[in-house]
């Protein structure tokens, strides 16, 4: 089992900046993937960003260039920089873990960290 604590949720001005952080505890080592998801109010989960234990990193369409996506293997946290933000990015965020054994895939989920951006 992987537990995932999330923080750093806030209300921030558009074109302002907030950094999301999720401190990771359990079996951490079987972990392949890192990210973040979001869900606005009333909309489905979406996929935000994630980071590979070589470190290398995806984004979603609509955060590439805004957000940067890091990883502490020595802390076992992955934070998330925020930055240009906009009201559309409005949403709770979760930290995700996710775990690769073969062809199948078993996904961990913070509590979710709440963002609010005013215009």
């Known amino acids: 089992q992987v537990q995932l604590v999330e923080s750093g949720g806030d209300l921030v001005q558009a074109g302002g900046s907030l950094r999301l952080s999720c401190a990771a505890s359990?079996?951490?080592?079987?972990?392949?993937?890192m990210g973040w998801y979001r869900q606005p109010l009333g909309k489905q989960r979406e996929f935000v960003a994630f980071?590979?234990?070589?470190?290398?990193?995806n984004y979603a369409g609509s955060v590439k260039g805004r957000f940067t996506i890091t990883r502490d293997n020595a802390k076992n946290t992955v934070s998330l920089q925020m930055n240009s933000l906009k009201p559309e990015d409005t949403a709770v965020y979760y930290c995700?873990?996710?775990?690769?054994?073969?062809?199948?895939?078993?996904?961990?989920w913070g509590q979710g960290t709440p963002v609010t951006v005013s215009s």
């Open positions: 980071i590979t234990n070589g470190g290398s990193t």
């Open positions: 359990g079996s951490i080592s079987s972990i392949n993937y």
């Open positions: 995700n873990a996710r775990r690769f054994r073969g062809m199948s895939s078993t996904d961990y």
